[in-house]
């Protein structure tokens, strides 16, 4: 079974500074995929960005990034030049292939003024 | 594209009572799934369909039903309704089955719906 693990419930961040969300997975399959979700306090979900645990740079979103470091089995995720309305819950997710994808219990960003 | 529909958003429900959570896409998606998001945490998969004719569990399947006859549709059937299953329920579709390392297969997520059983 595959185990997400975000170990900041919430993080503060300035507007317009750099902020990394962590997240580190644990799978057995050498193929997988991870995905990091936004969801606001309206509630949806949205995505923002995926990586291929066979892709050889990391991905790149706009102002998301993803710290992909498959041998420490983490894939943080970067917010550069953060702004208000990134202030929301992030979540990390992986998906082996089997039962669609598992989620980490998230963490809160603030972003304040 | 309407993208997922989910109807209704809210919703309060008895205990002992039953509803069926609706969930629609129109994006010709196979894949589609049901989560449920209890306050703090993160989605946990209920039920979810290859394609239509096609279900199977997922981390958190009791209490509940699904039925795919369409494409497009993916019921939730909640049966005798507990207090345990209040929660906000996600239904989400993707084309293809993600195999990790290749092309992205993104899950598009409904806006949910708020369920609170008394």
């Known amino acids: 079974a595959q185990k997400i693990t975000q170990t900041q419930p919430g993080m503060f961040v300035q507007e317009k500074e750099a902020v990394t969300l962590d997240c580190t997975y644990d799978?057995?399959?050498?193929?997988?995929?991870l995905f990091w979700y936004k969801q606001p306090s309206s509630g949806e979900m949205i995505f923002l960005i995926y990586?291929?645990?066979?892709?050889?740079q990391n991905a790149t979103e706009g102002r998301y990034s993803l710290n992909f470091q498959k041998a420490r089995k983490s894939a943080n995720l970067v917010i550069s030049a953060s702004q208000l309305g990134d202030s929301a819950m992030y979540f990390c997710?992986?998906?082996?292939?089997?039962?669609?994808?598992?989620f980490g219990s998230g963490t809160r960003l603030q972003v304040q003024p | 594209n309407a993208g997922v529909t989910q109807t209704p958003k809210f919703r309060i429900l008895k205990i002992g009572q039953s509803m069926t959570l609706q969930c629609t896409q129109d994006?010709?998606?196979?894949?589609m799934y049901w989560y449920r998001q209890d306050p703090g945490m993160g989605l946990k998969l209920i039920y979810y369909?290859?394609?239509?004719?096609?279900?199977d569990k997922g981390e958190v399947p009791n209490g509940y039903n699904v039925s795919r006859s369409t494409t497009e549709d993916f019921p939730l059937r909640l049966e005798l309704a507990a207090p345990s299953q209040t929660s906000v329920y996600f239904c989400?579709?993707?084309?293809?089955?993600?195999?990790?390392?290749?092309?992205?297969?993104?899950?598009?997520f409904g806006p949910g719906t708020r369920l609170t059983v008394l």
């Open positions: 989400a579709s993707s084309l293809l089955r993600i195999r990790g390392g290749g092309p992205t297969d993104t899950q598009y």
């Open positions: 799978t057995s399959d050498p193929s997988y995929g």
């Open positions: 990586q291929g645990s066979y892709d050889q």
């Open positions: 997710a992986a998906d082996t292939g089997r039962r669609a994808l598992t």
């Open positions: 994006m010709n998606h196979n894949y």
């Open positions: 369909s290859v394609g239509a004719g096609i279900t």
